[in-house]
């Protein structure tokens, strides 16, 4: 079956530093990949979209130039957290979705901002 | 855009009883609505989902059942066991590659033995 793998599970960083975190699809070809925020005890909230080769399409709301994603290959997408504050903290989750495979949710990300 | 609304936030029930979950929907292009199961720092895993060509799916103990004139679907467990305790969210997309799914804001579960 498909599977997306992420990380890093887990990163604590200063206020002010960037941190990135990786998704890829192990078996598969990711056409699209989606990126989600979910604070603790509330829904998953779609921040982007992104296809390989192109810009990502950023929901209303989510500062791209806080949030830079790249989709370099059909196996990879990257999200990077610039600049990050404390209110950035919370927990990262990308999805992949494969034109065979249907939506695989990666293992997320808890990020803590001190 | 989509709208996903889920009721209720929060669901107690006794071991062996059934739990029932509802979610409506705003876009009617929507045609797939998928339910998943997230448990505390972990991944949404897929448990259900249904496609607009059909109006109930059933796998073991849960069930799926979707009225496209109400837009509205709903998560059916029956013979609930303390292992069900978890985080569940409905979705709703159109189902074509490429397209994102709209969650519900998601029902906590907890199952009394």
């Known amino acids: 079956g498909a599977v997306v793998s992420q990380h890093p599970s887990r990163v604590i960083c200063k206020s002010g530093t960037s941190v990135k975190i990786e998704c890829r699809s192990l078996?598969?070809?990711?056409?699209?990949m989606f990126w989600y925020r979910q604070f603790p005890k509330q829904s998953l909230m779609l921040m982007a979209t992104s296809n390989e080769g192109s810009k990502a399409t950023y929901e209303q709301g989510v500062e791209k130039d806080k949030f830079l994603i790249n989709h370099a290959s059909l196996t990879l997408s990257t999200l990077t957290v610039t600049s990050a504050h404390p209110e950035d903290s919370s927990f990262y989750i990308c999805?992949?979705?494969?034109?065979?495979?249907?939506?695989?949710f990666g293992s997320g990300t808890r990020l803590t901002v001190v | 855009g989509e709208n996903v609304e889920q009721h209720p936030s929060t669901l107690s029930v006794q071991e062996g009883d059934s739990a029932v979950i509802k979610c409506t929907y705003s876009?009617?292009?929507?045609?797939?609505f998928p339910w998943y199961k997230q448990e505390l720092g972990k991944r949404p895993q897929l448990i259900i989902d249904?496609?607009?060509?059909?109006g109930e799916k059933k796998d073991q103990r849960i069930a799926v059942t979707l009225n496209k004139t109400a837009k509205h679907f709903s998560l059916h467990i029956t013979e609930t066991q303390p292992e069900d305790s978890a985080v569940y969210f409905c979705?709703?997309?159109?189902?074509?590659?490429?397209?994102?799914?709209?969650f519900g804001t998601g029902t906590s579960l907890t199952v009394i033995p």
């Open positions: 979705a709703a997309s159109t189902y074509f590659t490429g397209n994102q799914f709209y």
């Open positions: 876009d009617s292009a929507s045609n797939y």
């Open positions: 078996d598969f070809q990711a056409t699209t």
């Open positions: 999805s992949a979705q494969g034109q065979d495979y249907g939506y695989t």
């Open positions: 249904i496609r607009s060509n059909v």
